[in-house]
């Protein structure tokens, strides 16, 4: 993806491979933050917390966005120039940082889609590939034994 995606955010749920929600654990590495944040300002200008609550909602409450790693993923797209933040009221007539997507950040979300669906594409054939894949019992991809050798 065109964001750096070496780093990882945790979306607020446990991560150290215990599950004791029942749910599945969940990361969205820095790069797929960040698409979701552009995303969610697609729709118009929203202070932090909305962004957060847009974004679970529109999943279903499967992704959820911890503060910790929304503040900063803001912080580095208003660097970069793809959001641009000014101080607002929220409904309770607090004072907050709203942002809003600016003509860079609306090219960067086309870019950003594109290479999520790259992205999801090659995950897709490798996964048809494997056990019980597109490529038949074992995934063996022709020209190697079901033990992966060469014929």
Known sequence: MGSD???SDTTGSDTTGSDTTGSANR???????????LQALASG?????????????ISGDVLTVNQGSLYPSL??????????AEWGLSESRRRVKVYSL??????????????????????????????????GPGGAV?????AGGSR
Do not use: C, M
């Open 27 to 37: 990361e969205i590495l820095q790069g797929t933050l960040d698409l979701l944040i």
């Open 102 to 135: 600016t003509a860079a950040g609306q090219r960067q979300l086309v870019r950003e889609r594109s290479n999520w669906r790259q992205f999801v594409e090659a995950v897709e054939q490798v996964l048809a590939s494997g056990p019980g894949g597109a490529s």
């Open 5 to 7: 995606t070496t780093g």
């Open 45 to 57: 200008p929203k202070y932090g917390w909305l962004i957060a609550q847009r974004i679970a909602q």
């Open 75 to 84: 912080h580095r797209l208003e660097q970069k120039g793809w959001v641009e």
């Open 142 to 146: 022709p020209g190697e034994t079901a």
